[in-house]
């Protein structure tokens, strides 16, 4: 069962970075899956910032900065895989 933990609000594609707006808390060490229209796929959540300082985890409402290994939009949803 996956939960909803983001929305992808920006993707800075020169450094493969994508912007989350957090709904749920998210972890260092989480497995994430993106999904949207044309996205879709899982990775492990190697580090996490906020206004460029590392983070191990963050709560609701938190905006924070996500090294992604594949092109991400705007709008596509971010699930914590739970095993």
Known sequence: MD??????????????????????????????SILGHTTDFTQEVLSMEIEHQKIQSAGSNLEVALKVMGPVREGDKVYKVVS
Request: proline share 0%.
């Open 3 to 32: 939960v909803r933990v983001a929305t992808v609000t920006h993707y800075y594609n020169r450094i493969g970075v994508a912007v989350l707006q957090l709904s749920g808390d998210l972890n260092v060490g989480d497995t994430i």
